[in-house]
Nanobody
Framework: QVQFVESGGGLVQPGGSLRLSCAAS????????MGWYRQVPGKQREMVAS????????KYKDSVKGRFTISRDNAKNTVYLQMNSLKPEDTAAYYC?????????WGQGTQVTVSS
């Protein structure tokens, strides 16, 4: 079973940047379309960015367009989320998963807090 391990979160001031990483345990990772998701306590998890298995067909939630960039390195079984111009409303736990997401693949996530 694929396992994902997210990292790179932290506390950042508004306008700052973070780069999240998601490492996969399986080499079959390269076969999957991947997405980054985020969740705020009390709200449903939402997808913020996605891409196909080769790193193309990138799509973004409207509120992060132009600020977030999703990418992948299939040789390293890793997917990234570059987040720039962060806003307080980006505060959430961030997760990666395949598309569509599989319940058993959720990792621990990485917390992003945007605050002055």
């Amino acid at each position: 079973q694929v396992q994902f391990v997210e990292s790179g979160g932290g506390l950042v001031q508004p306008g700052g940047s973070l780069r999240l990483s998601c490492a996969a345990s399986e080499r079959i990772f390269s076969s999957y379309a991947m997405g980054w998701y985020r969740q705020v306590p009390g709200k449903q998890r939402e997808m913020v960015a996605s891409m196909d298995s080769s790193g193309g067909d990138k799509k973004y939630k409207d509120s992060v367009k132009g600020r977030f960039t999703i990418s992948r390195d299939n040789a390293k079984n890793t997917v990234y989320l570059q987040m720039n111009s962060l806003k307080p409303e980006d505060t959430a736990a961030y997760y990666c998963n395949v598309i569509p997401p599989r319940p058993g693949y959720w990792g621990q996530g990485t917390q992003v807090t945007v605050s002055s």
